[in-house]
């Protein structure tokens, strides 16, 4: 499936992903509890996520309660989801070593776009979101993003859910 | 944000999807002062802000962050955060861009009591307030100094008939680096969206139309999240380690919600202005009306400051809706749909017969507040500027012979007969 574009997603395009998925590899996760990768890690595990951390400067470390992987293709199972937390030109490699690992999806964090990568991925199938952080869209579409002031763009007369 | 819904759709329901847990289709209101933790480690995430929730009622309330987000999503902006009055708002917009020794360059052209909360409780906290007259545009830019961290401006300024140059003064706040903070009280985002204009926050005081009955005091400051409060290092609060959190650097880990999470956790928490639930819930049932009842106030306005330039008792009247005005191009450009319901007035005879005309309405009520439902009237120069001198009055706008009106939403003919009878009896 392509966005085109890339600039904006479909509210059910996001909820199907965050859905479907519940293995994330996170490339660049860090030990630090005050880096946003940390953040991220903590409220998707506390979702029901199993996220297993990426970062060979922290292997064999554990974050929050994960042991810590080198690289993608050490990684123990076969996740859905490839979360990168590096820059936009690093994304690059690490999305066709997403590709090799077979994931599903491939989201690039906030200020995070490699639209040459998203389209090589897009091309063998896989799901691409860049320049998004699944921690806030999952709380922007569950609604509870509002709770701190934060609207969420989504307009119902039904009880939120995902 | 995406939503493309109009804007009485999203003043209706805008932040208030049905009770996830009992399904009330009405805003509960959560009179509750703080909430249970599932456990140690949840409420560890809490502190931390790593998970999103609520603690206690001074940083969040879902009754509160409801009227949140409704008032961000009206006013095109990424978040909000409401206070108890909209003065506690104005400190709360400047405290996260402000330090001793810092300025805010504002225009004169201010609410009294905002002019009165700047020059003499500011020094108080070591920040400086430079006044500017806003009609010109290039006195802002000769008022930044390197120390410069903030503008301010009303968009449509109390006590009304003046409407600023939005967009050219954004435009030397952007050049200047430092983010253009307007109120928008007078106007409300029914009138002017002033984040469409370059405006970085928006600032309310709800108490007036938004709530609109004259019922609760509130306040709001609306965050475009346009911003990049890491430009030039001159907002280390946002943008550099957070020492009253640990460090945490909150433009890097909220990016465009840094200053709307800063905001709760920092300067609710220890400053401590939040808005009641009750007064959130009155406020957000009264935007569910907001734009119909902009429309008679701007329409009833507009009626009666048209009947009072052709009254013979009436020296001069001031409001931006008039062709006369010299004011009319900006509104007509910034709030097409109305010049607000806010303006002043001028009566022949001077102190006294201003005063016999407050003495004399019927339906207007003599108060100090206006954007209420119910039409309002007041002397400044009897009243809420009895301290200042003659001249002083005068450069206030509120010399002798000035009248402030809120014109509310009731038949338009009972309101001028009501001035006419009340200006008729002053002047003989
Ligand atoms: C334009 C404007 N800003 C701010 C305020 C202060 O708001 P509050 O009275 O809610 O503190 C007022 C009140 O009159 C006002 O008119």
Not at chain 2, 336 to 351: D, E, L, Q
Not at chain 2, 388 to 417: F, H, K, N, W, Y
Request: glycine share 10%.
């Amino acid at each position: 499936m392509t966005v085109a574009g890339h600039d904006r997603y479909d509210d059910a395009y996001l909820r199907a992903i965050l859905r479907e998925v519940r293995t994330i590899g996170m490339v660049g996760a860090s030990a630090n509890w005050n880096r946003p990768s940390y953040f991220a890690m903590k409220y998707l595990q506390d979702r029901g996520y199993r996220v297993v951390p990426i970062n060979p400067a922290a292997a064999g470390g554990t974050i929050l309660g994960e042991a810590v992987v080198p690289a993608i293709d050490t990684l123990p199972i076969r996740v859905d989801m490839i979360d990168i937390f590096r820059n936009s030109e690093a994304a690059g490699p690490i999305v066709d070593e997403a590709i090799a690992h077979g994931a599903k999806v491939v989201w690039m964090q906030l200020g995070v776009r490699n639209d040459a990568a998203a389209a090589r991925a897009e091309a063998a199938g896989l799901r691409v979101v860049m320049n998004r952080c699944p921690k806030i869209e999952h709380a922007r579409l569950v609604g509870t993003l509002e709770w701190h002031g934060v609207p969420s763009g989504v307009i119902t007369s039904k009880k939120r859910k995902l | 944000m995406t939503s493309s819904y109009g804007f009485e759709t999203l003043s209706i329901h805008a932040g208030a999807a049905p009770d996830p847990a009992t399904g009330a289709r009405a805003l509960p209101i959560y009179q509750t002062t703080a909430y249970v933790f599932d456990d140690a480690d949840h409420a560890a995430a809490l502190f931390n802000l790593q998970t999103v929730g609520f603690i206690y009622s001074r940083l969040t309330n879902p009754t509160t962050a409801a009227l949140e987000a409704r008032l961000a999503a009206l006013e095109g902006g990424r978040g909000c955060t409401v206070t108890s009055s909209g003065h506690a708002a104005q400190v709360m917009a400047l405290f996260p861009l402000m330090s001793p020794g810092m300025e805010v360059v504002a225009a004169t052209r201010l609410y009294g009591g905002s002019i009165q909360q700047m020059k003499n409780t500011y020094p108080k906290f070591g920040w400086a307030a430079k006044f500017v007259d806003g009609n010109q545009v290039e006195n802002f830019k000769r008022a930044v100094t390197d120390k410069t961290r903030a503008f301010f401006i009303e968009s449509l300024c109390n006590p009304g008939g003046v409407v600023m140059d939005i967009e050219a003064i954004a435009r030397v706040a952007e050049s200047a680096g430092v983010p253009l903070i307007v109120d928008n009280t007078l106007a409300t985002p029914w009138l002017c969206k002033p984040i469409g204009y370059g405006a970085t926050l928006v600032v309310h005081s709800t108490t007036k139309f938004l709530s609109g009955t004259g019922t609760s005091m509130g306040g709001a400051i609306v965050d475009s999240g346009k911003f990049d409060w890491s430009r030039g290092a001159k907002f280390p609060s946002l943008a550099g380690p957070e020492p009253a959190y640990h460090g945490l650097n909150f433009n890097e880990t909220f990016g465009d919600m840094a200053f709307t999470f800063h905001s709760h956790a920092v300067g609710l928490r220890d400053l401590g202005p939040s808005q009641a639930p009750f007064n959130a819930w009155i406020t957000m049932l009264g935007m569910e009306t907001l734009g119909l009842r902009m429309e008679r106030h701007c329409a009833n306005a507009a009626r009666i400051a048209a009947f009072l330039e052709k009254h013979p008792a009436v020296a001069w009247v001031n409001y931006a809706g008039l062709p006369s005005s010299k004011y009319h191009a900006l509104a007509k450009r910034y709030m097409p749909k109305g010049a607000g319901s806010v303006f002043t007035f001028g009566v022949r005879g001077g102190y006294e017969t201003g005063v016999k005309v407050v003495d004399n309405v019927e339906l207007f009520s003599h108060l100090a507040n206006l954007g209420d439902a119910k039409s309002l009237i007041i002397h400044p120069a009897s009243t809420t500027h009895r301290q200042l001198a003659d001249d002083a009055q005068v450069a206030a706008g509120a010399g002798p012979d000035v009248l402030r009106l809120s014109i509310g939403i009731e038949t338009v003919e009972d309101l001028i007969a009501d001035l006419d009878q009340a200006l008729t009896k002053a002047a003989a």
